[in-house]
């Protein structure tokens, strides 16, 4: 019954994915932990793995398409390689069966969802407003581009989110003019030896199931195919919404346990985005 509850979340994750281009780290490693009660650490590793395998056909797809930007991605690997190995030799020293280094997963988990649900609502906004305000110098563009990989690099490695839906935020926002073919493509680039290499760095520590990680594949690559062609045929601002308050409910669950206005929280976003929707 495991093997077959472990593809049906595949396949929902890849669903999700295919529809929207967001979902993997975001929804996978999340659903690991709480409904399937698998350790932190093996749930980020496997995920990380699950991540630079799906996310590899996305390079040769866009590099054919030409919707790569080599130089953002290099600009981004200069900052988040190095990061991700510093983060891996973190979790090493910190011996990640630790009660305090599972904490300290979850917490950083729990506030990369909260971000994602950000990006994931108001990704349209923002990009707006970076294109009306001018907020960044284009001077400053290529180290803050740096500074991006930085965060990212700590970020999935240590919670496996933050490649997506903050990414491309992010990168719309450093780079309005650029086509947001090329800001996905770029992601996607850079999202795979990024993976990859926090990936690699977590099978090093053992904490990579990949039995898990091959059960998961049998149902997220059929999940994503099917989603990819049903994109055109749904809303996809409605499914967006709803993958944020998702996001929302999992985020403040892993970051702040304690606090009970999950409700308040919920019903707050939900109008905030259905305000934005009918903007």
């Known amino acids: 019954m495991d093997f077959t509850y472990y593809v049906v979340a595949g396949f929902l994750v890849g669903l999700l994915v295919g529809l929207t ?3 993997g780290g975001s929804l996978m490693t999340p659903i690991l932990m709480l409904f399937f009660n698998v350790k932190a650490a093996v749930a980020v590793g496997t995920d990380l793995l699950y ?16 919707n790569i930007d080599w130089r953002i991605v290099r600009l981004l690997a200069f900052g988040s390689v190095p990061a991700s190995i510093i983060t891996t030799l973190y979790l090493k020293d910190l011996n990640i069966a630790d009660d305090g280094a599972v904490s300290a997963i979850k917490f950083w988990l729990g506030i990369a969802l909260l971000l ?13 407003l970076s294109k009306t305000e001018h907020w960044i ?22 919670t496996s989110v933050g490649a997506g839906a903050l990414g491309v935020t992010a990168l719309l926002i450093l780079y309005p003019k650029t086509p947001i073919t090329k800001i996905v493509g770029s992601d996607i680039a850079h999202a795979v030896p990024l993976t990859l290499v926090a990936g690699l760095g977590h099978a090093s520590l053992g904490t990579v199931d990949y039995q ?14 099917i989603g990819s062609h049903l994109s055109s045929k749904v809303a ?3 499914v967006r919404t ?38």
């Open 21 to 23: 281009g967001v979902g």
């Open 51 to 66: 991540a630079s395998i799906t996310k590899s056909a996305g390079i040769l797809a866009h590099g054919k398409l030409g």
């Open 116 to 128: 994602t649900s950000i990006a994931v609502l108001f990704r349209a906004q923002l990009v707006r």
């Open 137 to 158: 110098n284009p001077k400053h563009t290529s180290a803050l581009t740096l500074m991006l990989g930085l965060i990212l690099g700590f970020l999935v490695t240590l």
């Open 212 to 225: 898990l990680l091959l059960t998961l594949l049998i149902g997220s690559i059929p999940g994503i195919w």
């Open 236 to 238: 996809e601002h409605w």
């Open 242 to 279: 709803v993958l944020a308050l998702i996001l929302v409910y999992v985020g403040q669950k892993l970051a702040f346990p304690e606090l009970n206005q999950l409700i308040g929280m919920t019903a707050l976003l939900f109008f905030i985005a259905l305000k934005q929707l009918k903007a």
